[in-house]
């Protein structure tokens, strides 16, 4: 017998979601600048079902995402399934581009006339009545509306019907405080990893302080924290691959973060599960982090997530983390969650 996905309630909303959520970067595809390889499509549909089938019930996605192909497999997939068991629909605005511009850098642009448009083309791709949760994916490079401004008119789309609730991505707690003046933030989304913990020290904790859900991202560290990597691994990545400059993948950080992973896998095993796992489990530790995006393209990589969310770790767990995270030098910020275990 399976045991039920636990889930947590969003900030004040009335959105009670599971502890892990599907992330659909990877299902854009190749075709845009930051695409993570070429996906199938209905690969990508068949993890999706798999993940609501586990108990997952939401999906993260962003119109940046293979410059709206994403959104479009999300809708796709969901509009398959009844109308009684499709995932709650979480996606993003303010990153910009144009067909011309594909392999450019995409522009940050949060205006209220922005907006508006954004959220009905993804609300198209969707083939969505509305979006269960709308996020500004990245603070704007230049306002050239104030940000409170921007932000009432994501406001204004919840008295609309048109979104259930919004949140931000990427802000800082000086953005966030400017925009919680407005209109209550529902889901703030910061990174979070073992290699990089730093919104652990202030961001989060910040959440906590105005009532937000948190929602993490990139918990594997773009799989660092997986088997799946080596030095060899990297050496031979293709020219064009992003991760060959990227500086978790340097050294000395690379050895750095192979070695924490690597001293990961007693923990592990005492749990019967893989590091991956537990690295997830260990950001789903933290006061205040509501939940994991885990981003998985196949139904194999999918149940790394599903395995998480059924961790508890313990303080002798988080104990020996902090000794390796302290040891190998890895990465930055705390190197343990400040309360020990996080009670559901």
Known sequence: ??????????????????????????????????????????????????????????????????????????????????????????????????????????RRILRPDTIGAEVRRSLARLQAERIDLYQVHWPPTEEEVPLEESWDALAELVDQGLVRAIGVSNFSSDQMTRCQGVRQIDSMQPPLSLIHRGAADGLIPFAGEIGSGVIIYSPLQTGLLTDRWSLDRVESLPAGDRRRWHEDFLSPNLERNLALRDRLRPVAARLGTSVAAVAIAWTLAWPNVTAAIHGARNTSQLEVGIAAAGIRLTLQDLDEIAVAIEQTGAGEGPVRPLLGQRLS
Request: negative net charge; glycine residues 12%; charged residues 25%.
């Open 1 to 106: 017998m399976s045991i039920p996905m636990p889930v947590r309630r969003l900030g004040s909303t009335d959105l009670e979601i599971s502890v892990v959520g599907l992330g659909a970067w990877a299902i854009g595809g190749a075709d845009w600048r930051y695409g993570l390889g070429p996906q199938d499509d209905e690969v990508s549909i068949s993890t999706i079902h798999a993940a609501v089938e586990s108990g997952i019930n939401w999906v993260d996605t962003a119109a940046s995402y293979g410059f709206g192909h994403s959104e479009e497999v999300v809708g796709r997939a969901v509009r398959r399934l009844p109308r009684a068991d499709r995932p709650y629909l979480f996606t993003k605005c303010g990153v910009q581009w144009t067909e011309e511009s594909r392999d450019e850098e995409p």
